[in-house]
């Protein structure tokens, strides 16, 4: 058999090892899905106190209950780990960490690549890889691609790639992980059809692409489009504190319209790993074919000054009330970057926190 019949009919028949790196925010709600379908998994992360409540069957991520865990780890079907040679037994890899922004807000993907070498150690044939981590359009084949290609295994042959980003979203109810679509782009025709077969049985439905670069684009997109619409009414927000309107009154209003409106509201500012972070992994590769991103970096100025605007805001309330900042007891409620989860990336409660205090 050939190393793509082999790994195919082995998640046909159920028999496939499932292997996760990164057991975070998006790691461990990837380990529930697979476990549920059936797959034998394996979890790998380099915090060991992370792997160490796992094996005592606890969660330690607010909105993941911990139930499922024990179970899963006692009989055998989840196994956490810090020993990355174990990688070598896996047959399907979902690579799920960080994606954080440098200090120069560009992209660092040290995490991925640390992630794929620790893969490309110990690939062999029949393995299919597949990167989750959101990403600036060519990581998967201009990163990823080269350092599996190492050894002389040919992709779409030896081993199969692809990109098929993580569409995570933490404390909502409405959606389970399950039933959003999930998109999936290959590096070769084969590895397309190979992630879509192992996905098939996670998500509930599949929606493929022509490559991992407009996969990678796709994630992207639907971030991006977040960011500026949010900067848009951020905007709308403070033009209306100078015109004394209600822009609470103005949204409503119109998202009455049954077409061409979706209601997006204003905050302090943009937070968890994000929305605040993938726009800039866009414009960084724009740069690459002399290409300006206005509406991304506008958006990303308008969202980091709402916490300035929040601050300027409680000044002038304490001041109507003859009060003075020095003499002021200030109660902030919510220090994650959004309700029902215990996430503190980015998020713009504590940038409030940090301008209150240094007045």
């Given at each position: 058999m050939t190393a793509y019949e082999t790994v195919s009919e082995r998640i046909a028949?159920?028999?496939?090892?499932?292997a996760v790196i990164g057991l975070g925010?998006?790691?461990?709600?990837?380990?529930?899905?697979?476990?549920?379908?059936?797959?034998?998994?394996?979890?790998?992360?380099?915090?060991?106190?992370?792997i160490a409540r796992l094996k005592r069957g606890e969660s330690y991520i607010a909105h993941i209950d911990a139930s499922w865990i024990a179970g899963a780890v006692i009989s055998?079907?989840?196994?956490?780990?810090?020993?990355?040679?174990?990688?070598?037994?896996?047959?399907?890899?979902?690579?799920?960490?960080?994606?954080?922004?440098?200090?120069n807000r560009e992209p660092d993907i040290r995490f991925v690549r640390t992630a794929a070498e620790a893969v490309a150690r110990y690939l062999r044939p029949g393995q299919l890889v597949l990167l989750e981590s959101t990403t600036y359009p060519g990581t998967t084949t201009e990163v990823l691609l080269p350092l599996l290609s190492d050894h002389g295994f040919r992709v779409g042959e030896d081993f199969f790639l692809a990109f098929s980003p993580e569409r995570e979203d933490p404390g909502n109810v409405r959606f389970a992980s399950g039933d959003v679509p999930k998109i999936v782009g290959g590096v070769t025709p084969q590895c397309t059809q190979l992630a879509q077969a192992y996905c098939g049985k996670l998500f509930s439905s599949i929606v493929t692409v022509s490559s991992p670069e407009a996969a990678e684009l796709a994630k992207l997109l639907e971030n991006i489009f977040r960011s500026v619409n949010i900067a848009l009414v951020n905007e709308l927000k403070m033009l209306c504190g100078k015109m004394n309107l209600d822009v609470w009154e103005i949204i409503e209003a119109a998202a009455t319209k049954p077409f061409g409106f979706m209601p997006f509201y204003p905050g302090?500012?943009?937070?968890?790993?994000?929305?605040?972070?993938?726009?800039?992994?866009?414009?960084?590769?724009?740069?690459?074919?002399?290409?300006?991103?206005?509406?991304?970096?506008?958006?990303?100025?308008?969202?980091t000054l709402m916490p300035q605007y929040v601050v300027e805001r409680i000044f002038e309330a304490l001041n109507?009330?003859?009060?003075?900042?020095?003499?002021?007891?200030?109660?902030?409620?919510?220090?994650?970057?959004?309700k029902n989860v215990d996430d503190l990336r980015e998020s713009p409660s504590l940038d409030v926190m940090g301008l209150l205090i240094a007045k």
């Amino acid at each position: 058999m050939t190393a793509y019949e082999t790994v195919s009919e082995r998640i046909a028949n159920g028999t496939a090892v499932a292997a996760v790196i990164g057991l975070g925010y998006v790691g461990l709600p990837r380990v529930q899905l697979l476990c549920r379908a059936g797959y034998s998994v394996l979890g790998f992360d380099v915090d060991t106190a992370k792997i160490a409540r796992l094996k005592r069957g606890e969660s330690y991520i607010a909105h993941i209950d911990a139930s499922w865990i024990a179970g899963a780890v006692i009989s055998g079907q989840f196994t956490p780990t810090t020993e990355f040679q174990r990688l070598a037994v896996a047959d399907c890899i979902s690579i799920c960490v960080p994606t954080p922004l440098s200090q120069n807000r560009e992209p660092d993907i040290r995490f991925v690549r640390t992630a794929a070498e620790a893969v490309a150690r110990y690939l062999r044939p029949g393995q299919l890889v597949l990167l989750e981590s959101t990403t600036y359009p060519g990581t998967t084949t201009e990163v990823l691609l080269p350092l599996l290609s190492d050894h002389g295994f040919r992709v779409g042959e030896d081993f199969f790639l692809a990109f098929s980003p993580e569409r995570e979203d933490p404390g909502n109810v409405r959606f389970a992980s399950g039933d959003v679509p999930k998109i999936v782009g290959g590096v070769t025709p084969q590895c397309t059809q190979l992630a879509q077969a192992y996905c098939g049985k996670l998500f509930s439905s599949i929606v493929t692409v022509s490559s991992p670069e407009a996969a990678e684009l796709a994630k992207l997109l639907e971030n991006i489009f977040r960011s500026v619409n949010i900067a848009l009414v951020n905007e709308l927000k403070m033009l209306c504190g100078k015109m004394n309107l209600d822009v609470w009154e103005i949204i409503e209003a119109a998202a009455t319209k049954p077409f061409g409106f979706m209601p997006f509201y204003p905050g302090p500012g943009l937070g968890g790993h994000c929305i605040p972070v993938d726009p800039f992994y866009l414009s960084w590769k724009a740069r690459e074919y002399g290409f300006s991103t206005r509406f991304i970096e506008l958006s990303g100025e308008i969202n980091t000054l709402m916490p300035q605007y929040v601050v300027e805001r409680i000044f002038e309330a304490l001041n109507e009330r003859g009060k003075t900042v020095k003499d002021a007891r200030i109660l902030l409620l919510g220090a994650a970057y959004k309700k029902n989860v215990d996430d503190l990336r980015e998020s713009p409660s504590l940038d409030v926190m940090g301008l209150l205090i240094a007045k």
